[in-house]
């Protein structure tokens, strides 16, 4: 995701350098995945978690960023700190008890994720309304639906494993697997739109 960000999208673009801390967040995420699936430890545990819910979060405060931007230009450095002190109050809340409050965890998860997909829904609504209809708005559509099914599996879903291998949570990492490329898609045409207008 970041190198195709990289290639294709000019560095004056407003909104790269949110876009390439996604992708930084979104693979110490996956780093962090991968070492609590190699080592089930209680430090492992919470570093996943953490770093899951980092990415959420971030995502969250990126799609307030992106869809209206034109109304938080200026004032992103308030959104910014609104959104590191919930941070550090969920952290808070987190290790206040013994035990990892997976449930707050969760409940916190599924509300970001449910906010962040209705923001970016609102946003193309509002974009087809305005006769704005792209192919970038189709591979957003795209990227929500996967999300939402790759979300599922983690949060709703719970089953044997089938053939004692694969479990309602691998299938949450195998439908997360082509989410950074459709980002990453979707922003090479939104820059692309965006150098356009300039020009014009």
Excluded: V
Aim: charged share 15%; proline share 2%; glycine share 4%.
């Amino acid at each position: 995701m970041k190198q195709k960000i990289k290639r294709n999208i000019k560095n004056n673009w407003k909104h790269l350098n949110k876009w390439l801390g996604f992708g930084n967040i979104g693979i110490i995420t996956w780093i962090a995945s991968i070492i609590f699936h190699i080592c089930d430890h209680w430090i492992t545990e919470i570093f996943d978690y953490c770093a899951a819910f980092t990415l959420i979060l971030y995502t969250f405060y990126i799609s307030i960023c992106f869809c209206f931007s034109e109304y938080f230009e200026e004032k992103q450095n308030i959104l910014s700190i609104g959104f590191i002190s919930f941070y550090f109050g969920y952290l808070t809340n987190i290790y206040s008890k013994p035990l990892f409050n997976y449930s707050f965890h969760m409940k916190c998860c599924i509300l970001i994720g449910l906010l962040t997909g209705f923001i970016f829904l609102f946003w193309i609504f509002f974009e087809y309304l305005e006769g704005k209809k792209r192919i970038s708005l189709l591979i957003l559509i795209l990227t929500l639906i996967i999300s939402f099914i790759s979300a599922s599996f983690d949060a709703f879903f719970d089953f044997s494993p089938i053939f004692w291998i694969f479990d309602a949570h691998s299938f949450f990492h195998l439908f997360s697997i082509p989410i950074p490329q459709l980002w990453a898609e979707f922003l090479c045409l939104e820059a692309k739109l965006d150098k356009q207008k300039i020009e014009k």
